[in-house]
Protein backbone atom coordinates (compact mmCIF):
# COMPACT_ATOMS: atom_id res chain seq x y z
CA UNK A 1 0.00 0.00 0.00
CA UNK A 2 0.61 3.72 0.04
CA UNK A 3 3.64 4.66 2.39
CA UNK A 4 2.98 7.26 5.12
CA UNK A 5 4.37 9.22 7.50
CA UNK A 6 2.21 10.21 9.94
CA UNK A 7 2.16 13.22 11.74
CA UNK A 8 -0.63 13.35 14.50
CA UNK A 9 -1.77 15.01 17.75
CA UNK A 10 -3.43 11.27 19.09
CA UNK A 11 -7.45 12.54 19.84
CA UNK A 12 -10.49 10.82 18.97
CA UNK A 13 -10.12 11.28 15.08
CA UNK A 14 -6.44 10.77 14.27
CA UNK A 15 -7.34 7.21 16.23
CA UNK A 16 -10.32 7.00 13.69
CA UNK A 17 -7.99 7.61 11.24
CA UNK A 18 -5.34 5.20 12.93
CA UNK A 19 -7.98 2.17 13.01
CA UNK A 20 -8.53 2.93 9.59
CA UNK A 21 -5.20 2.29 8.52
CA UNK A 22 -4.54 -0.61 10.64
CA UNK A 23 -7.90 -2.42 8.32
CA UNK A 24 -7.20 -0.97 4.62
CA UNK A 25 -4.45 -2.13 3.21
CA UNK A 26 -4.26 0.31 0.65
CA UNK A 27 -2.13 2.59 3.32
CA UNK A 28 0.95 1.53 5.21
CA UNK A 29 1.71 3.61 8.36
CA UNK A 30 6.12 3.13 8.13
CA UNK A 31 6.56 5.99 10.88
CA UNK A 32 4.13 7.85 13.44
CA UNK A 33 5.16 11.67 14.85
CA UNK A 34 3.62 12.04 17.88
CA UNK A 35 3.09 15.60 18.41
CA UNK A 36 1.41 18.11 21.19
CA UNK A 37 -2.40 19.22 19.84
CA UNK A 38 -5.52 18.12 21.14
CA UNK A 39 -3.41 16.77 23.70
CA UNK A 40 0.31 16.51 25.57
CA UNK A 41 3.07 15.16 22.91
CA UNK A 42 3.59 12.78 26.62
CA UNK A 43 -0.23 11.34 25.99
CA UNK A 44 -0.33 11.57 22.21
CA UNK A 45 3.29 8.79 22.28
CA UNK A 46 1.57 7.13 25.29
CA UNK A 47 -1.78 6.84 22.86
CA UNK A 48 0.13 5.79 20.06
CA UNK A 49 1.76 2.86 21.84
CA UNK A 50 -1.58 1.70 23.24
CA UNK A 51 -3.22 1.35 20.00
CA UNK A 52 0.24 -0.58 18.48
CA UNK A 53 -1.06 -3.14 21.04
CA UNK A 54 -4.76 -2.76 20.42
CA UNK A 55 -4.64 -3.64 17.08
CA UNK A 56 -1.29 -5.39 16.82
CA UNK A 57 0.46 -3.06 14.21
CA UNK A 58 3.72 -4.31 13.39
CA UNK A 59 5.75 -3.19 16.16
CA UNK A 60 8.32 -1.75 14.09
CA UNK A 61 6.59 0.96 13.16
CA UNK A 62 9.37 4.05 14.85
CA UNK A 63 7.07 6.35 17.22
CA UNK A 64 9.17 9.18 17.29
CA UNK A 65 9.02 11.81 19.83
CA UNK A 66 7.45 14.99 17.92
CA UNK A 67 7.32 18.73 18.80
CA UNK A 68 5.74 19.67 22.49
CA UNK A 69 5.26 23.20 22.16
CA UNK A 70 4.47 26.00 19.23
CA UNK A 71 6.80 27.80 17.37
CA UNK A 72 4.78 30.58 18.38
CA UNK A 73 6.31 30.56 22.22
CA UNK A 74 2.79 30.07 23.53
CA UNK A 75 1.80 27.18 26.37
CA UNK A 76 -0.21 24.93 23.83
CA UNK A 77 -4.14 24.82 25.00
CA UNK A 78 -5.50 20.91 25.18
CA UNK A 79 -9.22 20.05 24.39
CA UNK A 80 -10.10 17.25 26.58
CA UNK A 81 -13.65 18.24 26.84
CA UNK A 82 -13.62 16.85 22.82
CA UNK A 83 -11.01 14.11 22.98
CA UNK A 84 -10.45 12.94 26.94
CA UNK A 85 -8.29 13.67 29.48
CA UNK A 86 -5.35 11.62 27.41
CA UNK A 87 -7.07 12.30 23.85
CA UNK A 88 -8.65 8.43 23.73
CA UNK A 89 -12.14 9.52 25.45
CA UNK A 90 -13.08 7.45 28.47
CA UNK A 91 -9.93 5.30 27.59
CA UNK A 92 -6.84 5.48 30.06
CA UNK A 93 -3.98 4.00 28.71
CA UNK A 94 -2.04 2.23 31.50
CA UNK A 95 1.42 3.90 31.64
CA UNK A 96 3.75 0.98 32.46
CA UNK A 97 4.35 0.48 28.90
CA UNK A 98 7.67 -0.23 28.46
CA UNK A 99 8.58 1.00 25.19
CA UNK A 100 11.49 3.11 23.50
CA UNK A 101 11.20 5.93 21.84
CA UNK A 102 12.84 7.33 18.65
CA UNK A 103 14.27 10.46 19.49
CA UNK A 104 12.64 13.18 16.37
CA UNK A 105 16.56 12.25 14.24
CA UNK A 106 15.00 8.59 13.70
CA UNK A 107 12.70 10.08 11.16
CA UNK A 108 15.45 11.23 9.04
CA UNK A 109 16.38 7.77 8.85
CA UNK A 110 12.71 6.86 7.91
CA UNK A 111 12.33 9.50 5.44
CA UNK A 112 15.67 8.22 3.79
CA UNK A 113 14.57 4.89 4.00
CA UNK A 114 11.54 4.90 1.40
CA UNK A 115 12.99 7.99 -0.31
CA UNK A 116 10.42 9.05 -3.31
CA UNK A 117 7.88 6.79 -2.59
CA UNK A 118 6.51 8.16 0.97
CA UNK A 119 3.65 10.45 1.48
CA UNK A 120 3.25 12.93 4.67
CA UNK A 121 -0.12 12.66 6.63
CA UNK A 122 -0.40 15.80 8.87
CA UNK A 123 -3.59 15.44 10.85
CA UNK A 124 -2.26 17.69 13.80
CA UNK A 125 -0.64 20.86 14.45
CA UNK A 126 2.27 21.62 12.00
CA UNK A 127 5.37 22.62 14.72
CA UNK A 128 6.97 19.37 13.75
CA UNK A 129 6.56 19.44 9.90
CA UNK A 130 7.58 23.01 9.65
CA UNK A 131 10.78 22.02 12.11
CA UNK A 132 11.44 19.28 9.36
CA UNK A 133 11.87 22.23 6.62
CA UNK A 134 13.66 24.22 8.76
CA UNK A 135 16.25 21.51 9.59
CA UNK A 136 16.57 19.13 6.33
CA UNK A 137 14.74 21.31 3.69
CA UNK A 138 17.00 19.59 1.27
CA UNK A 139 15.92 16.08 2.51
CA UNK A 140 12.05 16.78 2.25
CA UNK A 141 12.41 17.20 -1.30
CA UNK A 142 12.10 13.20 -1.63
CA UNK A 143 8.62 13.27 -0.15
CA UNK A 144 6.51 12.87 -2.95
CA UNK A 145 3.56 14.52 -1.52
CA UNK A 146 2.31 16.26 1.58
CA UNK A 147 -1.65 15.74 2.78
CA UNK A 148 -2.42 17.99 5.38
CA UNK A 149 -5.61 18.30 7.58
CA UNK A 150 -6.28 22.05 8.31
CA UNK A 151 -7.95 25.43 7.91
CA UNK A 152 -11.58 26.83 6.88
CA UNK A 153 -11.82 28.60 3.51
CA UNK A 154 -14.59 30.50 3.37
CA UNK A 155 -16.56 28.28 6.11
CA UNK A 156 -16.32 28.64 9.97
CA UNK A 157 -14.03 27.79 11.63
CA UNK A 158 -13.90 25.34 14.94
CA UNK A 159 -11.75 27.26 17.56
CA UNK A 160 -12.67 30.75 16.59
CA UNK A 161 -15.07 31.91 14.05
CA UNK A 162 -12.41 31.92 11.21
CA UNK A 163 -9.66 29.35 12.33
CA UNK A 164 -9.89 25.85 12.37
CA UNK A 165 -7.59 24.08 15.35
CA UNK A 166 -4.78 22.71 13.62
CA UNK A 167 -4.17 26.00 11.79
CA UNK A 168 -4.86 28.26 15.17
CA UNK A 169 -2.35 26.61 17.26
CA UNK A 170 0.67 26.90 15.14
CA UNK A 171 -0.10 29.94 12.05
CA UNK A 172 4.08 30.25 11.72
CA UNK A 173 4.57 26.48 11.55
CA UNK A 174 1.22 27.07 8.45
CA UNK A 175 3.51 29.64 7.20
CA UNK A 176 6.72 27.78 6.89
CA UNK A 177 4.68 24.32 5.40
CA UNK A 178 2.83 26.67 3.08
CA UNK A 179 6.05 28.14 1.89
CA UNK A 180 8.32 25.33 1.36
CA UNK A 181 6.27 22.59 0.97
CA UNK A 182 5.54 21.17 -3.04
CA UNK A 183 2.93 19.06 -4.12
CA UNK A 184 0.71 19.98 -0.74
CA UNK A 185 -3.26 19.07 -0.55
CA UNK A 186 -5.14 20.54 1.84
CA UNK A 187 -8.30 18.82 3.53
CA UNK A 188 -10.05 21.55 5.24
CA UNK A 189 -13.32 22.34 7.16
CA UNK A 190 -14.99 22.61 3.86
CA UNK A 191 -14.63 18.62 2.92
CA UNK A 192 -14.18 17.26 6.46
CA UNK A 193 -17.18 18.76 8.22
CA UNK A 194 -19.58 17.27 6.03
CA UNK A 195 -17.79 13.53 7.12
CA UNK A 196 -20.26 13.06 9.59
CA UNK A 197 -20.72 9.64 11.60
CA UNK A 198 -23.91 8.65 13.14
CA UNK A 199 -24.06 6.83 16.42
CA UNK A 200 -25.94 4.29 14.01
CA UNK A 201 -23.13 4.08 11.53
CA UNK A 202 -21.20 3.27 14.94
CA UNK A 203 -23.02 0.27 15.95
CA UNK A 204 -23.11 -1.20 13.15
CA UNK A 205 -19.41 -1.53 12.69
CA UNK A 206 -19.05 -2.34 16.17
CA UNK A 207 -20.81 -5.50 15.60
CA UNK A 208 -18.19 -6.63 12.75
CA UNK A 209 -15.81 -6.33 16.43
CA UNK A 210 -12.98 -5.07 13.85
CA UNK A 211 -12.92 -1.72 15.55
CA UNK A 212 -12.70 -2.53 19.43
CA UNK A 213 -12.47 0.30 21.33
CA UNK A 214 -14.42 3.01 18.19
CA UNK A 215 -17.58 2.65 20.06
CA UNK A 216 -16.43 4.38 23.45
CA UNK A 217 -14.46 6.38 21.83
CA UNK A 218 -17.14 7.69 19.34
CA UNK A 219 -19.92 7.95 22.30
CA UNK A 220 -17.37 10.25 24.26
CA UNK A 221 -16.68 12.32 20.90
CA UNK A 222 -20.22 12.75 19.68
CA UNK A 223 -21.58 13.88 23.22
CA UNK A 224 -19.24 16.86 22.72
CA UNK A 225 -20.35 17.90 19.02
CA UNK A 226 -24.12 17.35 20.02
CA UNK A 227 -24.40 19.04 23.13
CA UNK A 228 -22.61 21.90 21.37
CA UNK A 229 -25.05 21.65 18.39
CA UNK A 230 -28.48 19.67 18.74
CA UNK A 231 -29.47 19.38 15.18
CA UNK A 232 -26.16 17.16 14.03
CA UNK A 233 -26.69 13.78 13.60
CA UNK A 234 -23.14 12.40 14.33
CA UNK A 235 -19.57 14.32 14.59
CA UNK A 236 -17.17 15.10 11.99
CA UNK A 237 -14.22 12.50 11.59
CA UNK A 238 -11.54 15.49 10.31
CA UNK A 239 -8.37 13.12 10.36
CA UNK A 240 -9.54 9.70 8.50
CA UNK A 241 -11.05 11.73 5.62
CA UNK A 242 -7.04 13.11 5.56
CA UNK A 243 -5.70 9.83 5.05
CA UNK A 244 -8.70 8.51 2.51
CA UNK A 245 -7.59 11.74 0.42
CA UNK A 246 -4.07 9.90 -0.82
CA UNK A 247 -5.84 6.93 -2.16
CA UNK A 248 -9.37 8.02 -2.87
CA UNK A 249 -9.57 11.37 -4.31
CA UNK A 250 -12.34 10.88 -6.33
CA UNK A 251 -13.72 11.52 -2.78
CA UNK A 252 -13.36 14.80 -3.02
CA UNK A 253 -13.69 18.23 -5.30
CA UNK A 254 -10.28 19.96 -5.16
CA UNK A 255 -9.47 23.44 -6.67
CA UNK A 256 -5.83 24.87 -6.41
CA UNK A 257 -4.31 28.41 -5.44
CA UNK A 258 -1.69 30.37 -3.23
CA UNK A 259 -2.67 30.62 0.45
CA UNK A 260 -1.88 32.90 3.18
CA UNK A 261 -2.52 32.56 7.06
CA UNK A 262 -3.20 35.23 9.40
CA UNK A 263 0.30 35.11 11.49
CA UNK A 264 -1.27 37.52 13.98
CA UNK A 265 -1.04 35.75 17.08
CA UNK A 266 -3.16 38.39 19.11
CA UNK A 267 -5.72 39.07 16.05
CA UNK A 268 -9.11 37.90 16.05
CA UNK A 269 -8.06 36.57 12.72
CA UNK A 270 -5.09 34.47 13.89
CA UNK A 271 -4.88 31.19 11.88
CA UNK A 272 -7.20 32.19 9.47
CA UNK A 273 -6.48 30.17 5.79
CA UNK A 274 -7.16 32.54 3.14
CA UNK A 275 -7.22 31.99 -0.93
CA UNK A 276 -4.60 34.05 -2.16
CA UNK A 277 -5.98 37.09 -4.26
CA UNK A 278 -4.10 40.30 -4.96
CA UNK A 279 -5.79 42.55 -2.35
CA UNK A 280 -5.28 40.60 0.95
CA UNK A 281 -3.14 42.16 3.58
CA UNK A 282 -1.95 39.04 4.48
CA UNK A 283 1.51 37.13 5.10
CA UNK A 284 2.20 36.28 1.67
CA UNK A 285 3.97 32.62 2.00
CA UNK A 286 4.59 32.36 -1.52
CA UNK A 287 2.98 34.99 -3.62
CA UNK A 288 2.67 32.59 -6.89
CA UNK A 289 2.90 28.52 -5.03
CA UNK A 290 -0.42 27.19 -5.29
CA UNK A 291 -1.94 24.30 -3.25
CA UNK A 292 -4.38 22.11 -3.87
CA UNK A 293 -7.72 22.57 -1.82
CA UNK A 294 -10.48 20.06 -1.09
CA UNK A 295 -13.39 22.57 -1.50
CA UNK A 296 -16.30 19.43 -1.13
CA UNK A 297 -16.58 15.80 -0.13
CA UNK A 298 -19.30 13.25 -1.83
CA UNK A 299 -20.53 12.07 1.66
CA UNK A 300 -21.97 9.24 -0.24
CA UNK A 301 -18.11 7.88 -1.76
CA UNK A 302 -16.86 8.92 2.01
CA UNK A 303 -19.75 6.96 4.02
CA UNK A 304 -19.52 3.42 1.28
CA UNK A 305 -15.95 3.48 1.85
CA UNK A 306 -15.62 3.96 5.46
CA UNK A 307 -18.18 1.39 6.54
CA UNK A 308 -16.42 -1.14 4.11
CA UNK A 309 -12.81 -1.27 5.97
CA UNK A 310 -14.36 -0.70 9.46
CA UNK A 311 -16.13 -3.46 8.86
CA UNK A 312 -13.37 -5.49 8.02
C1 LIG B 1 -8.37 19.05 13.73
O1 LIG B 1 -7.94 19.49 15.00
C2 LIG B 1 -7.88 18.39 15.89
O2 LIG B 1 -8.59 18.71 16.99
C3 LIG B 1 -8.50 17.20 15.20
O3 LIG B 1 -7.85 16.01 15.62
C4 LIG B 1 -8.27 17.51 13.77
O4 LIG B 1 -6.98 17.12 13.39
C5 LIG B 1 -9.77 19.52 13.46
O5 LIG B 1 -9.81 20.92 13.40
CA1 LIG C 1 -5.70 15.54 14.83
Known sequence: GKKVLLFGDIGIDDTVALIYASLN???????????????????????????????DYPNFIPIIHGADVPLTGEQPAFYPEIHGEHGLGPIIPNDDQEFELE?????VKVI?????????????????LATMFILYRELMNNIEEYYIMGGAFGVPGNVTTVAEANFYGDPIAVNIVLTYANNVTIIPLNATQKAIVTPGMVDYIDQFGKTKILKSLMEYYTRFY????PSLQGAPVHDVVTLMAVIHPEMFTFKSYPISIVLDLGSPARGQS??????????????????????DLNYNVFFQHFLSVMIG
Open 25 to 55: KEVEIVGIVADYGNVSREDAVSNIHYLTKVF
Open 112 to 128: ENYKNDLVIVNIGRLTS
Open 274 to 295: IVENHHSNTQKSNKNKTHRIAF
Open 226 to 229: QERD
Open 103 to 107: NFFEI
